[in-house]
């Protein structure tokens, strides 16, 4: 059935990286974009950036870029998303999304849960 | 790109309505008709309630509308139920790929 199934928690250190995967099931993997959003603790929906599985071509927002990478596998349906030196305010739920008609998120993951602390 | 701006909390009782404002800019709300809205309850990943401004995705929710005027989005619940109880999240599109949430806003329903 349609899912995106996300990697497990994650505790990093301060200026770590950390690498989310998002594996795709349901449908077609290179036909739609797949967003990723984060969420830190008690806060709001942040919108992180957007990679296209059949182009490769990624957008980041601006807060991010230089920092962030999105790339993917299509040939295990997977799209990852790396942020580097990371901080504190790094700590939050990351969410994979899939858009669909150019400008909606349908259907999401479950959430992985990145924590900082040194 | 700053954040869409909407009330932090609303209230209503059941079978009223409630309605929940999005506002923008001329660059992201105002210019595009690509706002979208989500339901979050705790624990949970956000659900897709309307999309370009107005429609419904399939599993149609009839209680939740949608609109625009100006910068201006809003969301509309009526027939408030207790499980609308949740946070909600505007998104708009902000132009070169570029997308923007709200936000959010916690409905309680008394």
């Known amino acids: 059935q349609l899912q995106l199934v996300q990697s497990g928690a994650e505790m990093k250190k301060p200026g770590a990286s950390v690498k989310v995967s998002c594996k795709a099931s349901?449908?077609?993997?290179?036909?739609?974009?797949m967003y990723w959003v984060r969420q830190a603790p008690g806060q709001g929906l942040e919108w992180m950036g957007m990679i296209n599985p059949s182009g490769g071509s990624a957008t980041y927002a601006q807060r991010f870029r230089g920092r962030i990478s999105m790339t993917w596998d299509t040939s295990t349906r997977t799209v990852y998303m790396e942020l580097s030196s990371l901080g504190s305010e790094d700590t939050a739920v990351y969410y994979c999304?899939?858009?669909?008609?150019?400008?909606?998120?349908?259907?999401w993951g479950r959430g992985t849960t990145v924590t900082v602390s040194s | 790109q700053s954040a869409l701006t909407q009330p932090a909390s609303v209230s209503g009782s059941p079978g009223q309505s409630i309605t929940i404002s999005c506002t923008g800019t001329?660059?992201?709300?105002?210019?595009?008709?690509?706002v979208s809205w989500y339901q979050q309850h705790p624990g949970k990943a956000p659900k897709l309630m309307i999309f370009e401004v107005s429609k419904w995705p399939s599993g149609a929710f009839n209680r939740f509308s949608g609109s625009k005027s100006g910068n201006t989005a809003s969301l509309t619940i009526s027939g408030l139920q207790a499980e609308d109880e949740a946070d909600y999240y505007c998104?708009?599109?902000?132009?070169?790929?570029?997308?923007?949430f709200g936000g959010g806003t916690k409905l309680t329903v008394l």
């Open positions: 998104c708009s599109y902000a132009g070169s790929n570029i997308w923007v």
């Open positions: 001329s660059s992201d709300v105002g210019n595009y008709n690509l």
């Open positions: 999304a899939r858009e669909v008609g150019d400008d909606h998120m349908d259907v």
């Open positions: 349901g449908y077609t993997f290179i036909h739609y974009y």
